[in-house]
Structures are given as C-alpha cells and as structure tokens.
C-alpha cells in the first residue's frame, strides 16, 4: 500500500466569473491542505485524497495541459495507478468541466457529487450529508469570490459532520492568472480547524490579499501601493482585523 492516507472532504472549484482556480479541504489529519490540494492557474486544480498519490494530479495537469478534459485526464492517470481502488480525485479544468473518482476500498461514508466548475468528493464521512453540504453551498453562492465560496464550503460541510474521525485540519487555495497563489492559507493542527481557517481569512482577507494585489502581474510589474506599505508597516494588532502581537 502507498501514499499517505488522508481521509478527508473537499471541493475543487472554478469561478465562473474570474477564471480562478481553488480547492479547499479538511480532514482529522495533520496539514491536510499541503498534501492534498494541486494548483496550476489556467489549467486545472486536483485534490488527491484517502490513499494520497501525487502523482495522480500531477499527471492529471500535465494531461490538462496538453488538452486532455477532465474526465479523459482523470481516466489516464487512474490507469496507471496499481492502486487506483484506495484513491478518491477531483478535478476541475480551466473550461469548469469536472470528473471524481473513488475507488472500492476508500473508507466508508465515502461519496462524491460534481458538476459544471466544481467536484464535492470526501471518505471517512459521518454521511452522505457532508457532501450534500459542499455542492449545495458552492452552488448557492455564484457572485461570491471563490475564496469566500470555498471557505463556506467547508463551513457548512463541517456543521453537517465532516470527517467522522474528528477534526485536526484545514486548508484552502486559490489561483488566478498569475503563477502565485492569491490565497494560500493552512491550518495545520487545532481542535476545530475550519473555524480557525475562518478567522486566519478574515484576518488576510484585511492584510494579505491587498498586499498580494500589489504584487506583480505577468502584464505590468507594478509598484505596491502606498496603502499597503502604510497598513504593514504597523504592528499586527493595530492593522484592520487585527492578529497577531505587538511584541518583537
């Protein structure tokens, strides 16, 4: 048996507005979201998850990236995978099409539902209610960024059940056009993850996200703006939402 096993839920998504790309997950295991989540702006994003095999999404990019649909580069890497009933994949390419798969010897409650720019997928579950949850939020709530989508996602997959092991992490990811993340957040360890992932986006949603705007983009290498430089010039505590220590 390969791969590191993270039973877990996640939706991987697309915004039908912005073109971003994003997945959002959380599982009874620890850093869930560096493990599972694959990102490649303007082609596609996997979550590989129960047995984890990297590899799976990253042939399933490159298959993206060479033109292959979803459920056609899903197909590909699965057959050549040995191991294909321990794994559960979503995928969602840069055209908002989807596939899933679960094999036979994921952990029960195991399931999936997907459709245009979104795969809702999770093993391990309380029920089949916490995948209910994830498809029905992302579908409820198109004019959001797909950031905030995401996030309540989780949140309404976690008040339903969620993983039926408990609760240790959480993570979410999101890419625009450029080769940088707009959000990349994790919660690695903590008793109710999905809360602590919310508070960790308020507060970036107030001090990271304007910094990451000013970043540069593929077509004008901008300077920050001066806003910017002002509001992170402060200590934590004394900035928009706050966080963090005044305390060298």
């Given at each position: 048996?390969?791969?590191?096993?993270?039973?877990?839920?996640?939706?991987?998504?697309?915004?039908?507005r912005?073109?971003?790309?994003?997945?959002?997950?959380?599982?009874?295991?620890?850093?869930?979201?560096?493990?599972?989540?694959?990102?490649?702006?303007?082609?596609?994003?996997?979550?590989?998850?129960?047995?984890?095999?990297?590899?799976?999404?990253?042939?399933?990019?490159d298959?993206l990236?060479?033109?292959?649909?979803?459920?056609?580069?899903?197909?590909?890497?699965?057959?050549?995978?040995?191991?294909?009933?321990?794994?559960?994949?979503?995928?969602?390419?840069?055209?908002?099409?989807?596939?899933?798969?679960?094999?036979?010897s994921?952990?029960?409650?195991?399931?999936?539902?997907?459709?245009?720019?979104?795969?809702?997928?999770g093993?391990?579950?309380?029920?089949?209610?916490?995948?209910?949850?994830?498809?029905?939020?992302?579908?409820?709530?198109?004019?959001?960024?797909?950031?905030?989508?995401?996030?309540?996602?989780?949140?309404?997959?976690?008040?339903?059940?969620?993983?039926?092991?408990?609760?240790?992490?959480?993570?979410?990811?999101?890419?625009?056009?450029?080769?940088?993340?707009?959000?990349?957040?994790?919660?690695?360890?903590?008793p109710?993850?999905?809360?602590?992932?919310?508070?960790?986006?308020?507060?970036?949603?107030?001090?990271?996200?304007?910094?990451?705007?000013?970043?540069?983009?593929?077509?004008?290498?901008?300077?920050?703006?001066?806003?910017?430089?002002?509001?992170?010039?402060?200590?934590?505590?004394?900035?928009?939402?706050?966080?963090?220590?005044?305390?060298?």
């Amino acid at each position: 048996m390969t791969g590191i096993q993270a039973n877990t839920f996640s939706i991987v998504a697309r915004c039908d507005r912005t073109g971003e790309l994003g997945v959002a997950v959380a599982s009874a295991v620890p850093a869930v979201g560096a493990i599972c989540p694959y990102v490649r702006p303007g082609i596609g994003a996997v979550t590989t998850q129960s047995w984890v095999n990297p590899y799976l999404a990253t042939t399933i990019l490159d298959a993206l990236a060479a033109g292959s649909s979803a459920e056609a580069a899903l197909a590909g890497a699965l057959e050549s995978d040995p191991e294909a009933d321990l794994r559960q994949v979503g995928v969602v390419d840069a055209n908002g099409r989807s596939a899933v798969w679960t094999g036979a010897s994921c952990t029960a409650w195991h399931g999936s539902r997907n459709g245009t720019n979104f795969s809702a997928q999770g093993n391990m579950l309380t029920g089949p209610q916490v995948i209910d949850a994830l498809a029905k939020t992302f579908e409820a709530h198109p004019a959001d960024s797909l950031a905030e989508r995401l996030m309540t996602c989780l949140e309404a997959a976690q008040a339903v059940g969620g993983d039926k092991r408990g609760k240790q992490a959480a993570g979410l990811i999101v890419f625009g056009e450029e080769v940088y993340a707009t959000v990349d957040l994790r919660v690695d360890e903590d008793p109710d993850p999905v809360a602590r992932l919310r508070k960790v986006f308020e507060v970036a949603r107030s001090q990271l996200m304007p910094f990451v705007e000013g970043m540069p983009k593929r077509t004008s290498p901008s300077a920050f703006p001066s806003s910017v430089m002002e509001l992170l010039l402060k200590s934590p505590p004394e900035r928009p939402g706050g966080g963090g220590s005044d305390r060298p």
